[in-house]
């Protein structure tokens, strides 16, 4: 089969990374990031695993803010205080996250999606057909992935 009614994609880039304690993610789309993020539009950072966990990105008073919502198998999602995280939104929007905040061991694996929410519902994610899957390092990941 092919799709033929997929529209523009307001998410055009997805970056990530990782250092022993926080995962990075950076994400470029169609226009500026700072005006993408609205009241009313808000770009998400969903976790398959841990399960239930997701970074919701939004502007409140003119702020760009970052909160980590954990979703229980059953009921809604409530709002965990993670202060160690950080967001900035200019031309890109940039997360860091700490693995601490998601309470994942290392050597574990974090999986995600980015999705792009308007007024509550889903418009897009992406990857579209796989998640971004990271190992969580520890202390000897670099030798065990790394040779000069």
């Not at 998410?11 to 993610?25: A, R, S, T």
């Not at 897009?124 to 000897?140: G, L, N, S, T």
Request: proline content about 5%; aromatic content about 6%; charged content about 20%.
């Amino acid at each position: 089969m092919q799709e033929v009614s997929a529209g523009a994609a307001a998410i055009l880039n997805i970056e990530f990374g990782f250092d022993l304690d926080h995962l990075y993610v950076k994400v470029a789309g169609a226009q500026p990031l700072r005006e993408m993020v609205s009241e009313d539009q808000h770009i998400t950072v969903n976790f398959l695993r841990p399960e239930g966990c997701r970074v919701v990105v939004s502007r409140s008073n003119g702020a760009v803010r970052a909160q980590l919502v954990e979703k229980p198998r059953t009921g809604n999602g409530q709002g965990r205080n993670c202060p160690d995280m950080k967001v900035a939104a200019g031309r890109l929007l940039e997360l860091q996250v700490p693995f601490q905040c998601l309470g994942v061991a290392s050597r574990s694996t974090v999986a995600f999606i980015v999705a792009l929410n308007r007024g509550g519902s889903e418009v897009e994610h992406h990857p579209r057909h796989q998640a971004i899957e990271v190992e969580v390092p520890d202390e000897r990941f670099p030798a065990r992935n790394w040779t000069a």
